[in-house]
């Protein structure tokens, strides 16, 4: 009989930060439910956080100074509102004219994404059962992406594309979380995903808004596969969270071809760590 092996995730809590500035500290603790055979880890995240705090994943606001000036014209629920614009041509007596309608910039940007919707779900996922070896580890972050993003259009989300800073913060923590044999969002050290995104140049000056967040995951054997881990983690409601937040626009993606020492006891399997964020100016 083939052994399937161990897999297990942890997401960091969601939590809005009003602060402007930038104070970091201590962290509130969140525990991630278990789900469908995935194990809860403790995830923490780092600052004082204020505001409000949705069910798992690790989501960090800060309102760029500028924004906090800005008039609103958001409606009780959030939404905001546009006008609809209409051009009458004048009429004389000797043509006819009619009347024109011209899409509001709210209509064109719906269909600009509903076309990039369509794309992704129209674009199959290459390499989603392949087993992460040391060799192989760009085509299990593509497959990795590429699934997450289907995963968003699926639900109306826009997909969320690489940056280079996200990218940086996941390796290193995927790779210390193997030197020190650990799983965990928060650094022996005490190094939060905070500290370590911002480490990396993501969030320019203490003048930017930002959101947050990080979903972690290691597997063994057949479950240490790109579609494994991520159905993992959308049957997780804390990984599930972060997925499918509609601010995210980037996405950082590590895959370590190992598994800390301790966890996986010489099993074979691989260890994933995903950011994601976007800046607010």
Not at 77 to 95: A, D, E
Not at 136 to 163: F, H, M, W, Y
Not at 179 to 192: E, I, K, M, N, R
Not at 257 to 278: I, M, S
Request: aromatic fraction near 4%; hydrophobic fraction near 40%.
């Amino acid at each position: 009989m083939t052994r399937l092996g161990t897999l297990i995730a942890a997401a960091a809590p969601i939590v809005v930060w009003a602060a402007i500035g930038g104070s970091a500290g201590a962290a509130d603790v969140h525990h991630a439910r278990a789900a469908d055979g995935v194990h809860a880890a403790t995830a923490r995240s780092g600052a004082h956080a204020h505001g409000r705090r949705n069910a798992g994943g690790c989501s960090i606001t800060r309102p760029s100074a500028r924004a906090k000036h800005r008039p609103s014209c958001r409606t009780a629920s959030g939404r905001t509102t546009n006008r609809r614009v209409l051009t009458h041509t004048l009429r004389s007596p000797r043509l006819r004219t009619t009347t024109t309608t011209k899409a509001t910039p709210a209509i064109e940007a719906a269909a600009r994404q509903a076309g990039t919707i369509a794309k992704v779900l129209a674009t199959p996922c290459q390499n989603t059962e392949v087993v992460p070896e040391a060799g192989n580890l760009a085509l299990v972050r593509a497959a990795v992406l590429c699934l997450i993003n289907t995963e968003r259009a699926q639900n109306g989300k826009e997909p969320l594309s690489p940056d280079a800073h996200l990218e940086q913060a996941a390796e290193s923590h995927g790779k210390e979380m193997l030197a020190l044999d650990y799983f965990d969002h928060v650094a022996p050290s005490g190094l939060t995903p905070v500290q370590r995104i911002r480490s990396t140049g993501y969030i320019p000056s203490s003048e930017v808004g930002y959101v947050i967040g990080e979903n972690l995951a290691w597997g063994t054997l057949t479950l240490a596969t790109p579609r494994a881990i991520v159905n993992a983690w959308i049957a997780s409601p804390e990984h599930l969270a972060n997925i499918l937040e509609g601010k995210y626009h980037d996405t950082g993606i590590d895959v370590q071809p190992q598994v800390p020492e301790e966890l996986a006891e010489g099993v074979a399997g691989a260890l994933y760590t995903q950011e994601f964020g976007v800046i607010v100016h």
